[in-house]
């Protein structure tokens, strides 16, 4: 029942909330996985990091010719499927097949994968013009895809990726694999923002993090560099005190650029990793 315009043909509603508990399934057992984090090793590079993509699925084919045309052997998304755009189930579906039929991809948590998120920004109403009062349904099996997600993907003393930014006061690796979603720190690592010049406050429990969050955060992760998305960039992309990258590929209709970000060993600017998608 996938709407035509999606990356999925139309189908039964039975095989459709298979492929998204089947996806769940996967998710869970994920191998290299810890808890809430996701660790990367020498096989999965060079890897490339996808920043939001709300529900733009049109994007999903470019994503897989650049990472074709660049060699990644593996695949991280920075969460915020869907949302905004009309097509949020069909990048989850997407997600799912993907998963279960070359286990290259890692989607990660983002603060739009919320039940709050979903009845104001849009994804709630596209299921309910799909499936009517099914829709329901379907939403149980796509919340607990959300709830499967890992939070972070960690290549040691490199890098960690995940969709907000660094959290205060810092955690240790072992924190962060068994993190709460009670824990404020939780909230943060979904909706924080650096310091600078664009910073527009979220309310709530958000809050900027400046040179030193993120010195310390990076530090006790035993990272270089936080790579994050969760905001819209004039050219796609920016960067922060040196080691913090934001990353865009949702276009928002068209209008803004769409970028990715390859990670290779030896990588010293995070601006050289920084690709057009």
Known sequence: MVGSRGVFPLRDLGVLLRSLEEGCEALRSLPGRSGRVFYLDEGDIPCLLVGDLHGESGLLPRVEG??????????????????RGSDGLGVLLWLCDRLLRRGDVVPLRGNHEDRLMNLHDGFARELMWRFGDDWVEVYAAVEGLYGAMPMACVLRGELVALHGGAC??????????????????????????????????????????????????????????????????????????????????????????????????????????????
Request: glycine fraction near 10%.
């Open 66 to 83: 650049l990472a074709d045309r660049v060699g990644a052997r593996r695949l991280v998304f920075l969460g915020d499927y869907v949302d």
């Open 168 to 277: 205060v006061p810092p955690l240790s690796l072992e924190e962060l694999e068994g993190l709460e979603e009670e824990d404020p720190r939780f909230f943060q690592l979904l909706w924080n923002d650096p310091l600078d010049e664009d910073y527009v406050y979220r309310g709530g429990g958000t809050r900027a993090f400046d040179e030193e969050d993120l010195r310390l955060f990076l530090e006790g992760l035993g990272c270089r560099f936080l790579v994050r998305s969760h905001q819209r960039c004039r050219r796609g992309y920016k960067v922060f005190a040196e080691r913090c990258l934001t990353v865009m590929t949702a276009t928002y209709g068209g209008v803004g650029p769409s970028c990715a970000f390859l990670y290779r060993r030896g990588l010293d600017r995070l601006e050289e990793g920084v690709l057009r998608v």
